[in-house]
């Protein structure tokens, strides 16, 4: 969206580093391969917790069925 009449004069711009295309490249992709590990950990994390409670709940009923056989 073009804006007329606007003007810099006396305006002056902060020169700010550069960064290469190597660099951001390597952040890009160091920000990906975390993106990654968390949703993977956060994946593992939920399978571990739904097989520890299916593990809780296998027990529950083998000693619930025992103890009504007895």
Avoid at 3 to 25: F, M, N, T, W
């Amino acid at each position: 969206m073009p804006v007329r009449g606007l003007r810099l004069q006396d305006a002056k711009l902060e020169a700010r580093p550069l960064i290469h295309l190597s660099v951001a490249i390597g952040r890009f992709v160091e920000a990906l391969f975390y993106a990654i590990l968390r949703v993977a950990g956060g994946i593992a994390i939920a399978v571990i917790g739904i097989a520890f409670a299916g593990f809780l709940l296998f027990m529950l009923a083998r000693r619930m069925i025992r103890d009504r056989k007895q």
